[in-house]
């Protein structure tokens, strides 16, 4: 990867880089519907094989230096990682206004949404690297959304982790095609997804029997925890939540 900021550097530094590897990226142009997208793919060089996958979706701000961190420690984790870039070439809000604009437009169309990331995930399964078979999603915030609306499409992955995500409920419930195994990480203090939210999320997916999710809550932890560049940061949520990713995708990745 390129230089990064120290809170990034501090991040990525959790993740001791393994005997042998070759960390290598290199940024992936692809089109998402109606427009140009470009993201980042990250793996081991020295892994032989087709490997284990994730794709990483961004937050309100779009694909950048945050989701690329992630991206490099899932890749010091085993896993090729893509960072895809749901909003196209160029577009990256600089406000909080702006961002928030943006990724409502997407809340108000989740169908354009869920094609968007599956544009990202087709192109991390095509990637010869890949093992098409052992692909999860993740997503921060908005992210976080998107990769739980990816999953209601039904698509062919091995689970989903919502990192302080907004959780959007149907009416009528939309959770017949949803089949992968979900973890739902999230603040007990958040104000952008209160207990009220989450219990109407936990509620529709209990409509359908034999689904296998999991919600957990952090304590006195507000939105955005996991962000370095931001006062909502909890190192200790942090930490937890990855730990708890961590687990999961060995569960469903193996």
Known sequence: MTTISPQHQTM?????LPAGARIESERIAYEVPGAPADGQLVWNAA????QPAVLVLHDWFGEGEYVRTRAEMLARSGYVAFAADLY?????PDTNEEASGLAHHYYGDLPALRERVRAGYDVLAADLRVDPERIAVIGYCFGGSASIEF???GAPIAGVVSFHGGLVTHDPA??????????VLTGAADPVV???AVLAFENELRTKPGLDWQVV????TPHAFTQPMIPSFRPKANARSWAAMEGFLAEVLA
Do not use: C, F, K, N
């Open 174 to 183: 939309d959770v017949d095609a949803l089949e992968a195994p979900l973890l």
């Open 194 to 196: 209160p207990d009220e």
């Open 12 to 16: 990525l530094d959790t993740v001791p």
């Open 151 to 153: 999953a209601r499409t």
């Open 217 to 220: 809550s952090y304590s006195e």
């Open 88 to 92: 196209g070439t160029g577009v990256r």
């Open 47 to 50: 892994a032989e094989g087709p």
